[in-house]
């Protein structure tokens, strides 16, 4: 199952995966595994796929969706013996597709950057912000709680952290929060992006720009 899916990945055919998950469920578990990928553009299409195929299956079957679920959640845990580190992002993305059948989960997201473990934070906290901005206007009536720790984030030594950061709250409607931030508007950090079945390297300045309305967005 493993190589079919990866080389599904690497052809960017994510849909052709979501219709093997409506075959076999097992793909949702292959697409945990991928998410390890050293590729960031590997494991990125995974966290993708993932939500599509999970939406394929939750057609006939939202409980096992609902597990899986609650798998990612586990697997952000010591016990798990093997922490996911993509696992806010893929949630995210289930939620995002799925918003209908499980928008109980949008707090449970929303909350996990605030839940985190210190130690912890550096390696979940760009994808915790991507996860709240994916979930976008579903987060927007929950969010006031996590709002000042994504503003926080714009501040934050990793440019990467900034990056989702400025993506996040314009997500969120937020943009008010980017207004006089003429040092974000200039800052050349770069960082990866995922849009559009592509990473991209770009910089926190320039996606202030982008979320603003002053270059194309090109998806993001």
Known sequence: ???????????????????????????????????????????????????????????????????????????????????????????????????????DYVPVVLHLILEAAEEDLEHFRPGMLWAIGRLGPLAEASADEVLPTVIHALDHEDARVRGMAVWCLHRLGRNDALTGRADLADDAGAFDFYADGVVRRTRVGEMVRRVLGQTPDDGM
């Open 1 to 103: 199952m493993k190589i079919p899916v990866r080389r599904l990945l690497g052809q960017g055919r994510l849909d052709e995966i979501s219709e093997r998950a409506g075959r076999s469920r097992r793909v949702l578990g292959t697409l945990v595994s991928m998410t390890f990928d050293a590729d960031p553009q590997t494991a990125w299409r995974a966290v993708d796929a993932m939500g599509r195929a999970a939406a394929r299956i939750a057609e006939e079957d939202p409980a096992f969706v609902r597990e899986h679920l609650r798998r990612l959640f586990w697997l952000m845990s010591e016990e798990s013996g093997g922490i996911c580190w993509r696992a806010p992002e893929a949630m995210a993305e289930i939620v995002g597709r799925c918003p209908e059948l499980f928008a």
